[in-house]
C-alpha cells in the first residue's frame, strides 16, 4: 500500500499569511493537540539554519557565549553586512538573542531555541525504522 505524500501537509503550499507569521514570531509553544502548528515551528527554524554561514555562527555562538558582532565577522569570510543579514535571519527565527552594550550589540544562542527544536525534531526521528 503507497502513501499518497502530495496531499501531505508538508508538501501543501503555505498562504501568504502563514508566511508572515512564520517569520515574525519568535515564541516558540508546544502544540501538543495539533501537530500542524508544531510543523510551523520546525519549518521556521529548520529555515533559518538553511545557509552554511548561519549554521556556523550558531556554533560559534555556542561556543563563545555574549559575542560582539565584531567577533562574529572575523570569524566568516564574508562582508559585515552580509553577517549583520544572517544574524537577522538567525534572530527573526529565534535561534539568537541580541542586547545592545553601548556601541555594540552582543548576542547569544536562545536555549529555548535550541530546546524547542531538539523537541521537534526527535518527534521526526521517532518516527523512522
Not at 527573526?92 to 553601548?102: T, V, Y
Not at 521537534?120 to 526521528?125: A, E, P, S
Amino acid at each position: 500500500m503507497g502513501v499518497d505524500l502530495t496531499s501531505s501537509f508538508m508538501f501543501r503550499n503555505f498562504t501568504k499569511h502563514e508566511e508572515v507569521s512564520m517569520q515574525t514570531a519568535p515564541q516558540f509553544v508546544i502544540h501538543e493537540t495539533d501537530s500542524r502548528l508544531a510543523d510551523l515551528d520546525l519549518a521556521k527554524l529548520a529555515r533559518a539554519l538553511g545557509h552554511p554561514h548561519r549554521v556556523a555562527i550558531l556554533r560559534f555562538l555556542l561556543a563563545s557565549p555574549g559575542c560582539i558582532v565584531g567577533d562574529i565577522v572575523d570569524q566568516l569570510p564574508v562582508a559585515p553586512s552580509t553577517v549583520s543579514q544572517h544574524l537577522k535571519k538567525l534572530k527573526e527565527a529565534g535561534w539568537i538573542r541580541g542586547e545592545i552594550d553601548g556601541p555594540k550589540i552582543c548576542y547569544c544562542v536562545n536555549p529555548h531555541a535550541v530546546n524547542r527544536f531538539r523537541e521537534l525534531f526527535d518527534v521526526i526521528g521517532n518516527c523512522c525504522c
